[in-house]
């Protein structure tokens, strides 16, 4: 299983990015999809989480109402729009994707939001 973020890139604060995450086999076989982010000096920490029937998601405190997180199971896809970027949303964002009890990761796309 092979899991390719794009869409990171620079992008000045307040601005937007979407992040997507490709994955090799279809996404309707994960159990559950999500964005992690690891800022330089910090630990990883999860972003947004979708479970397998878009029917439950879960964000980080700081990111609600600014990212939201989608799957394209027709497209093996699963996106993270992300509006009104803060300068603390710099970070690598990873793609990540759980099948049972096996973890999947991908090697992440830098985000950096500049003043």
């Known amino acids: 299983v092979q899991l390719v973020e794009s869409g990171g890139g620079l992008v000045q604060a307040g601005g937007s990015l979407r992040l997507s995450c490709a994955a090799s086999i279809t996404t309707s076989s994960f159990n559950v999809m999500a964005w992690h982010r690891q800022a330089p000096g910090k630990q990883r920490e999860l972003v947004a989480a979708?479970?397998?029937?878009?029917?439950?998601?879960n964000y980080l405190d700081s990111v609600k109402g600014r990212f939201t997180i989608s799957r394209d199971n027709a497209k093996n896809t699963m996106y993270l729009q992300m509006n009104s970027l803060k300068l603390d949303d710099t970070a690598v964002y990873y793609c990540?994707?759980?099948?049972?009890?096996?973890?999947?990761w991908g090697h992440g796309t830098q985000v950096t939001v500049s003043s």
């Open positions: 979708i479970t397998g029937g878009s029917d439950f998601t």
């Open positions: 990540a994707a759980k099948i049972r009890s096996i973890n999947y």
